[in-house]
């Protein structure tokens, strides 16, 4: 038999089968979970939300964007100031649509920039208007502490941002497959060429980079209640900006799967170091980080085809082998 072959015939089916079972365990945990581990699953979901919004935009257009953390921010600073006046529904709504109409400016005004131009911005990005918020908190909301925030149940985060997951990966599925997606291709294959194509490259760029901020925006408003105290220095936080681009680059941003990956393999490591290891936590991402670009620059994701072609070798070989042999006998 063919291993290979049965492999590849059986390949979506395994895959349904085990995105359903993943789906199952997510739902069902919070009944017999508790409350330390439901809230480390949410994290890890939230995660998987950025790194995948990240590599929606910048893994397939290579402009990399650190506006990450603005965008989160935003979400977490809406819900703050409006959770208690509005249902948190129609928050985390708010805190989506914000980071949208930010991400929708300032594609406007510097997506006509490439490389490092790009990214400097957006990091400068972060910094004004984390710095922005604190001003208006300290001096016209005469809030220099922060807010608190009314907390809610781990349960009720979690399925809230598991929600979002879900929402998520379905639209940048269909995304990644429509007429936009091909053009976000397109412009990280040549943007030159995909110009004289007649894809109008910059509006392209604009809609994919402001639907992407809707999710890290929403994300941010959903974790504000976990926070239970924010400030803007703590939801402006920039470690938020460069923990997707290592998660997706981790995971590979090959593969639709790749960024999903990172996300839960980085979102673990990154409380479970911060509480055991905390003196080496940032030593230590920068060491795996190094490692993953040096031995797997196309990440974990990159090994699945490369495994499979060495696979594909052997049994060539074994066939070979075999039917060597069997002349042999004659």
């Not at 400068?124 to 220099?144: C, P, R, S």
Request: hydrophobic share 55%; net charge positive.
């Amino acid at each position: 038999m063919d291993i290979t072959r049965v492999f590849s015939t059986h390949k979506k089916l395994l895959a349904a089968g085990s995105l359903v079972l993943i789906l199952v365990f997510l739902a069902t945990f919070p009944l017999y979970g508790n409350d330390y581990y439901i809230r480390l699953l949410t994290v890890i979901l939230m995660y998987v939300v950025l790194a995948v919004s990240w590599a929606m935009f910048s893994g397939a257009t290579g402009y990399m964007s650190l506006a990450t953390a603005a965008f989160f921010g935003t979400g977490v600073m809406a819900a703050a100031l409006l959770e208690k006046t509005l249902p948190f529904p129609f928050v985390i709504v708010i805190g989506g649509l914000l980071s949208s109409a930010f991400a929708f400016l300032i594609g406007l005004v510097t997506l006509r920039l490439r490389g490092i131009y790009f990214a400097i911005f957006t990091f400068g990005f972060v910094m004004f208007i984390g710095q922005t918020a604190f001003y208006i908190d300290a001096h016209i909301l005469h809030n220099i502490w922060g807010h608190n925030l009314t907390p809610l149940a781990p349960g009720v985060l979690h399925y809230m941002m598991l929600g979002l997951v879900v929402v998520t990966l379905v639209a940048i599925y269909f995304i990644r497959r429509s007429r936009y997606g091909l053009a976000l291709l397109s412009i990280g294959g040549n943007e030159e060429a995909a110009a004289h194509m007649g894809i109008n490259t910059t509006m392209v760029k604009v809609i994919l980079f402001t639907v992407s901020a809707v999710f890290m925006g929403a994300a941010g408003a959903i974790m504000a209640p976990a926070m239970i105290h924010v400030q803007a220095r703590i939801a402006f936080n920039i470690f938020n900006s460069f923990m997707p681009i290592l998660m997706a680059i981790f995971g590979g941003m090959g593969q639709f799967y790749g960024p999903v990956v990172g996300a839960a393999v980085f979102g673990y490591l990154d409380r479970t170091l911060k509480v055991e290891l905390a003196q080496y936590f940032m030593l230590g991402f920068g060491i795996i980080l190094v490692a993953v670009i040096v031995f797997l620059p196309n990440g974990i994701a990159g090994l699945v085809p490369t495994l499979q072609s060495k696979l594909r070798i052997t049994m060539a070989k074994l066939r070979k082998g075999g039917q060597t042999e069997k002349h042999a006998d004659t």
